[in-house]
C-alpha cells in the first residue's frame, strides 16, 4: 500500500473563451508540486463532465477550426490557467474551453464548450511514496535536441508517470511546441512565456492494487464500434476531490509496445493533416472516451510525424489497448494511538490496518483485557487492558537506636513479583508484526533505478523500458509533450 495523500484543492473559478488570461491560482504547497491536475467541467444536456486541463497550449487561433482547452503551467507558490483569446489577423480558429474534435472524432456526444468552471489540484512531492524510478537533475531537452529516450530499467510499465519541464525563471510546464514549452499566440494578453530549452524531471510509480480503484482495459482498431459506445462504467464511484483518471493508449502492433495518455481537449491541424490521441472525460460514475473519425482523412489514435522529434521515430498506429485507470489518493493518517497509564505501546503505522500493541510496564499487572487496537483508517479500536501497581512490599518501621526489630528472625519478607503474561503476549505479537528484509525501504531502495546519462550505461540498459519525450519544432501551438512508455 502506497497510500498518496491529500491533495491541495482550490475553489471553482469560472472562465470563459476571450476572459482572463492566464488566471493565477495560488496553492499552499510552498514548494514545486510534483503533481497538478487541472479540472475543467462543463455542463452538456444538463449534466457536469470533468475533463482534464493540458501541460501546454497545443495550437493557436490561426488555423480556422476549433482549437483550445484549459492549459497550465506552474511554480512554487502559483498556478497559471490559460484559456482561448482569439487575437489572429487571420480570423478562422474558434477558441474553446474543451472541444471534443467535431467530426473529426466520434464518441458518446459533440462536446463544445465556451465557458467552464476549473479548479486545481497539486500534490507536493512527500504526499507521494518513493518513486521506484526517477529523474530529477541531468536530463535536458531542447529544440536543438528534440527527442531523448531514457531506460527506466522497471523491467514492466509503470503504473503511473509524471514527465515536468522546468524552464528558466522556475515555471514547469508539462507539454511541447515549436519551444520546449510555449504560452503565446491565441491564449492572452500577457508576455509571452516560451523557451527553448528545459530541464525534464521524470518520475515513475509501481503501485499496489490497493492504491487502483477501478482498471478496465479492452483492444480497439480504428473504425470499429468503441465498446460500450464510449462510456466506460465504473464499479467504484470516483471521487472527484481525491481519486486521479488516466486513460492509457498501447501500440499493440509490436511486442511491448510504447504507451501515451489520453488528452482532455483535440486540436487538430489544417485540412488533411495527420493528427491522433484520444480524447476523454468523465463524471463519478464513467469515464468517456472519443476516437479519430474514420470518416475524416488523417486521424490516428497514435500520432508522432511531421517535425515531433526532428523526425525519429514516427508513427501512425490505429491498433492499440486502450486502459482506463483510476487512481486513490486522498490518504489520511489517522492521530496516534491513545496512552494508557502505566503502559508501554508500539504501533506500526497510523493508516488503515494498524496496530497497536500495549504491555504493563514492571511493577505493573495487566487485568487480563485485550492489549491490542487496530486502526480502521478513520479511528482506533478501544481496548481493554488496564494496569495496576502490584502488591507492595509490608511496612516495616524505621527503627531507632534503642528499639529491635519486631520481625522474628526466621520471617522473610515479600518480594514483588512484575506479571509478565502482557510483555510475553506483546513480544509474541511483535514478533508477528516485524517487516521482512524484502519489504524495508532500504531493501527497496537497492532496487531503485537512478538515471546515469553516460552513453556505454545507456546502452547496458538497451532492453529495458523507456520513457521517451518528443519535441516538435513548428508553429507554436501545434503540438504538446507526448512522452511513451515502452520496450525496445
Not at 462543463?42 to 477550426?65: A, M, N, Q, R, W
Not at 524552464?167 to 516560451?194: A, T
Not at 472527484?240 to 509490436?254: P, R
Not at 506500526?348 to 504491555?359: D, E, F, H, M, W
Request: a negative charge; charged letters at 15%; proline letters at 6%.
Amino acid at each position: 500500500m502506497n497510500n498518496i495523500r491529500k491533495p491541495f484543492i482550490s475553489d471553482w473559478h469560472q472562465l470563459s473563451v476571450n476572459d482572463l488570461s492566464p488566471l493565477p491560482i495560488p496553492h499552499s504547497l510552498n514548494e514545486l508540486p510534483a503533481k497538478v491536475d487541472v479540472q475543467v467541467k462543463i455542463t452538456h444536456s444538463g449534466k457536469e463532465y470533468i475533463f482534464p486541463g493540458l501541460g501546454s497550449v497545443p495550437k493557436d487561433d490561426d488555423i480556422p477550426t476549433e482549437y483550445g482547452g484549459v492549459a497550465y503551467a506552474y511554480n512554487s507558490s502559483h498556478v497559471l490557467l490559460f484559456v482561448p483569446v482569439i487575437k489572429s489577423s487571420f480570423g478562422g480558429g474558434i477558441g474553446r474551453v474543451i472541444t471534443t474534435g467535431s467530426d473529426s472524432y466520434n464518441g458518446p456526444f459533440v462536446g463544445s464548450a465556451s465557458t467552464c468552471k476549473v479548479r486545481i489540484r497539486a500534490w507536493g512531492l512527500s504526499d507521494w511514496p518513493k518513486p521506484d524510478f526517477s529523474i530529477t537533475a541531468g536530463l535536458t531537452i531542447s529544440t536543438a535536441s528534440p527527442y531523448k529516450k531514457v531506460h527506466h530499467c522497471l523491467g514492466t510499465y509503470p503504473d503511473f508517470v509524471t514527465v515536468q519541464l522546468l524552464m528558466p525563471g522556475g515555471l514547469v510546464s508539462e507539454g511541447l511546441n515549436d519551444y520546449v514549452s510555449c504560452f503565446r499566440d491565441g491564449w492572452g494578453d500577457f508576455p509571452e512565456i516560451v523557451a527553448d530549452t528545459a530541464d525534464v524531471i521524470i518520475r515513475a510509480w509501481m503501485l499496489s492494487s490497493s492504491d487502483i480503484l477501478n482498471t478496465n482495459n479492452f483492444s480497439y482498431v480504428k473504425g470499429d464500434a468503441v465498446p460500450w459506445a464510449g462510456v466506460i462504467s465504473m464499479t467504484n464511484a470516483i471521487d472527484l476531490d481525491f481519486h486521479i483518471v488516466n486513460v492509457e493508449i498501447k501500440d499493440t502492433t509490436v511486442s511491448k509496445g510504447k504507451v501515451f495518455y489520453g488528452a482532455g481537449s483535440a486540436n487538430m491541424g489544417y485540412s488533411g493533416e495527420s493528427y491522433g490521441g484520444v480524447v476523454f472525460g468523465f463524471t463519478q460514475s464513467d469515464v468517456l472516451l472519443w476516437t479519430p473519425s474514420t470518416s475524416v482523412v488523417g486521424g490516428n489514435l497514435i500520432y508522432i510525424g511531421g517535425l515531433w522529434g526532428d523526425g525519429t521515430e514516427n508513427m501512425q498506429i490505429n491498433n492499440v489497448q486502450i486502459t482506463v485507470k483510476v487512481i486513490k489518493a486522498g490518504f489520511t493518517e489517522w492521530p496516534l494511538p491513545q496512552d494508557i497509564p502505566n503502559t508501554i505501546k508500539l504501533y506500526n503505522g497510523v493508516i488503515a490496518g494498524s496496530k497497536t500493541l500495549y504491555a504493563c510496564t514492571p511493577g505493573f499487572s495487566s487485568n487480563g483485557g485485550s492489549v491490542e487496537s487496530s486502526c480502521n483508517g478513520t479511528s482506533w479500536s478501544d481496548t481493554t487492558v488496564a494496569c495496576s501497581a502490584a502488591t507492595d512490599c509490608p511496612s516495616v518501621m524505621p527503627s531507632t537506636a534503642q528499639s529491635q526489630s519486631t520481625v522474628p528472625p526466621d520471617t522473610k519478607l515479600s518480594t514483588v513479583t512484575p506479571d509478565t503474561n502482557s510483555i510475553k503476549e506483546f513480544d509474541t505479537i511483535i514478533a508477528e508484526l516485524k517487516v521482512p528484509k524484502v519489504n524495508t525501504s532500504a531493501f527497496r531502495r537497492s532496487l531503485t533505478c537512478a538515471y546515469d546519462s553516460r552513453e556505454s550505461s545507456m546502452a547496458i540498459g538497451s532492453s529495458g523500458v523507456s520513457v521517451e519525450s518528443y519535441l516538435r519544432g513548428r508553429v507554436c501551438g501545434n503540438s504538446e509533450l507526448n512522452h511513451s512508455l515502452g520496450s525496445e
